[in-house]
């Protein structure tokens, strides 16, 4: 099932993806709580951030409940988890086709890793190892 899903996530603009970003950090939101946050970053009128979140509502990238006030309370329907992994793969194929190791090695050489980042990559690292092994035998 989560591979459907995966294949399944809505297109998500550039502008829509601020819009998620703010719910990934803390969640549920109102659209007022939402505009407060982007209005100053995004100098983006309170108007345009109800549209993008609307825009969500209807691409089912994002839903909503009411409370006792008859708020909208927003909240993330794809998780930041499962979103990364589609645009990563769709990235990977657009620009390397089979060409992933040297993207990688670059970023590895390029990007400034903490050692729990460090330790969280041997640990997939690990993990794909033993799957091999598991399939070599």
């Known amino acids: 099932m989560e591979n459907n899903m995966t294949n399944k996530l ?5 502008a829509e993806l601020e819009i998620m970003k703010v719910l990934w950090s803390n969640s549920p939101q109102t659209a007022n709580e939402i505009i407060e946050e982007l209005e100053d970053t995004m100098d983006w009128k309170p108007k345009t951030i ?3 979140i609307n825009r969500l509502v209807q691409k ?46 670059n970023f ?5 890793l903490s050692s729990e980042d460090i330790n969280e990559l041997k640990r997939i690292l690990d993990e794909k190892t033993e799957e091999n092994k598991r399939k070599d035998r």
Request: aromatic share 12%.
């Open 50 to 52: 109800r549209t993008l």
């Open 108 to 112: 590895l050489k390029e990007e400034k």
């Open 60 to 105: 089912e990238a994002v839903s909503y409940h009411q409370d006792k006030g008859r708020m909208y309370a927003y909240f993330p329907l794809v998780s930041q988890e499962n979103y990364l992994q589609v645009e990563t793969k769709s990235l990977l194929q657009r620009f390397c086709g089979a060409a992933f190791k040297p993207l990688l090695v």
């Open 10 to 14: 809505p297109k998500i603009s550039e």
